[in-house]
């Protein structure tokens, strides 16, 4: 397990930024933490890594968005809002999960038995007696 600590948005956005440069294709990302903790700035970030411009936001009511223009295609979750397990073979997510992107997945314990063993998951905190900004990232 190896964890990061950050002290502001612009540092959670480099963090996410490093993973998305090292990142290989057919990885899958789970991504936890509170509202407001930063996942949306992570996941910039790790999009920035992997070469995508184009701008980044959660998909809280589309399930997933597609970025298809950087060095790995990169499909960016949000299952909060999944009320059926059946939801997810509707869209079709095998082809993401065992495609040749890469998925990060945001409230992904609703989905629980859909994620392959190999996913790396990710866990933002905050801890306000050490600021307002700072975040400890869990990767494991």
Same mark, same amino acid.
């Given at each position: 397990?190896?964890?990061?600590?950050? =002290?502001?948005?612009?540092?959670?956005?480099?963090?996410?930024?490093k993973l998305g &440069?090292?990142?290989?294709?057919?990885?899958?990302?789970?991504? =936890?933490? *509170? &509202?407001?903790? @930063?996942?949306?700035?992570f996941t910039q970030g790790m999009a *920035? @890594?992997?070469?995508?411009?184009?701008h980044v936001n959660s998909p809280t009511f589309t399930i997933v968005q597609v970025y298809e223009r950087g060095r790995l295609p990169f499909y960016?979750?949000?299952?909060?809002?999944? @009320?059926?397990i059946e939801e997810m073979e509707e869209i079709g997510?095998?082809?993401?999960f065992y495609g040749d992107g890469i998925c990060m997945i945001e409230w992904a314990e609703r989905i629980r038995e859909l994620i392959p063993e190999y996913a790396? =998951?990710?866990?933002?905190?905050? =801890?306000?007696?050490? @600021?307002?900004?700072?975040?400890?990232? &869990?990767?494991?």
């Open positions: 397990m190896e964890y990061i600590e950050t =002290n502001s948005p612009e540092e959670t956005y480099a963090a996410g930024k &440069l090292s990142a290989r294709r057919g990885e899958i990302y789970t991504l =936890n933490g *509170a &509202l407001g903790v @930063g996942k949306t700035v *920035a @890594g992997l070469g995508i411009t184009e960016h979750f949000d299952v909060y809002r999944i @009320g059926d997510y095998e082809d993401y790396q =998951n990710i866990t933002i905190e905050k =801890n306000l007696e050490k @600021g307002f900004d700072y975040r400890k990232i &869990l990767i494991k």
